[in-house]
């Protein structure tokens, strides 16, 4: 927080990967230290450290964004935050979202319900994709990626993909939708905090979400009700 606001240094890391603040560094050089001091023997995934192919041959491994969206960062806004997660043999088994600047937390484990602020959260249970207020980008609706027909859906937006899980699985918005390729270090802890909260999270193919794989990334994702679900998947299929 010392960094926000107060015009941090940015970079560009190049092709299609924006930017990179000191702020980035730093909270990643941090989470780097305290993990594997705890946890020496988890592999690690984090967007602001080189990949380790060795984190492959890991049962288990951390897998972290030290800042998503931080371009919201960079502009002062508050919607950025931080993602952690911990997947075993490809599957997220204990999540946190933080929002510093709103001071806001949320957590989940698999053998544990979904929580804001330490009091649990439910899911929109909608049952119909018509009508429904769905976090999303502009590019996700784009005709050419939906045969089916673009769904007649209210569009919201956050720059947080990890926080847009985490609207989705309190029930402020009735689920999200991102079509282009999705970094493990984004939806990892979101995808299952929303799960748990009763979404049903897929890649955009509606295949389970797999985790720390060698792209370390999933086909784009869907966190909607059940019933949105199929329908989505109907439309994007064309059918």
């Not at 935050?81 to 510093?100: C, E, K, N, Q, Y």
């Not at 484990?109 to 976090?135: K, N």
């Not at 802890?189 to 999270?201: F, P």
């Amino acid at each position: 927080m010392r960094y926000w606001r107060q015009s941090p240094q940015v970079w560009d890391k190049g092709g299609d990967h924006g930017p990179v603040t000191e702020a980035d560094l730093a909270v990643n050089d941090m989470l780097k230290s305290r993990r594997m001091a705890a946890r020496p023997d988890f592999g690690g995934l984090s967007e602001e450290t080189p990949d380790d192919a060795g984190r492959l041959a890991c049962e288990t491994v951390f897998i972290i964004d030290p800042i998503d969206g931080t371009r919201a960062f960079i502009a002062g806004e508050e919607s950025f935050s931080h993602s952690l997660a911990i997947a075993r043999r490809g599957r997220v088994t204990a999540a946190v979202v933080f929002l510093p600047a709103l001071d806001r937390i949320y957590a989940a484990s698999e053998s544990s319900a979904p929580m804001r602020d330490g009091i649990t959260i439910t899911a929109s249970q909608r049952q119909h994709l018509t009508g429904a207020e769905i976090l999303t980008t502009k590019a996700s609706l784009l005709p050419e990626k939906w045969p089916g027909g673009v769904p007649d859906i209210q569009r919201q937006f956050r720059a947080s993909l990890a926080y847009r899980l985490c609207l989705a699985a309190e029930g402020r918005f009735d689920g999200m939708i991102t079509l282009r390729d999705a970094w493990e270090w984004d939806i990892a802890a979101g995808a299952l905090i929303a799960a748990k909260a009763g979404l049903t999270v897929t890649d955009a193919k509606g295949a389970a979400l797999v985790f720390n794989r060698p792209g370390a990334q999933a086909d784009g994702i869907l966190a909607l009700p059940v019933g949105p679900h199929e329908q989505a998947l109907q439309r994007l299929a064309g059918r």
